[in-house]
């Protein structure tokens, strides 16, 4: 006998493109299957719900019932269509329950980021306290650097710049920053070297940078 699925819960990282398709894809379910509600979870903002269903990868999607009971999970990405067929075979019994889940433990992550020692970009070491087990190396590496600072450095980002949405293409990454006020083109190629320097240890040949002032908005 199956359970009903009442509920679809996304887990991801704010800015990942993954997860942006997924919640496109989780939106649609919703849609096509009335009575079914969807939330999203940010793991890097929202850490206790995370934890609490032990999410250890991003994107996460967890299945409810009736109860708020997890009846199972699907990790990465999966087409709109593969997702209703999912809960369907789940709701027949085809699916069995999934088995316990291990406890997802926070963890102290090492990086290098770059920051500007005159007109060179050199490297600054940076440690990021993750409160939960999801690990997403490059979008951390980039907010690392963006609130990053050291004496006797340079961070050409100005305070309060928030990473909005980034992309990776093979060996591009495509960045957008939301920045409190509009910067200089000088300022624009410094924040594009830093950016290049911190991603290249992920294999990041190129950035293409885009830049929004609050004050243009």
Known sequence: MGRMIRKILLFSVTACPMGRSMQTVVQEVGRQLNGIEHEVVYADVQH???????????????????????????????????????????????????????????????????????????????VYNNKTAVVTPRITAIRLLLETTAEGFINPFPPNSALMKVDFTDRVASVEIQVEEQVSSMETIKMEQTLLYTLRHFGIQTVDLRLYAETLQ
């Open 48 to 126: 206790d719900p995370t934890n609490q269903y032990r999410i250890t990868q991003n994107p996460t999607v967890v299945f409810l019932d009736e109860r708020e009971k997890e009846c199972n999970r699907v990790v990465g990405f999966i087409e709109t269509q593969e997702l209703i067929d999912l809960i369907r075979r789940m709701e027949t019994g085809e699916v069995i329950q999934l088995e316990s889940v291990p406890n997802a433990l926070a963890s102290q992550e090492k990086y290098t980021v770059y920051l500007y020692d005159g007109a060179v970009p050199v490297p600054v070491e940076t």
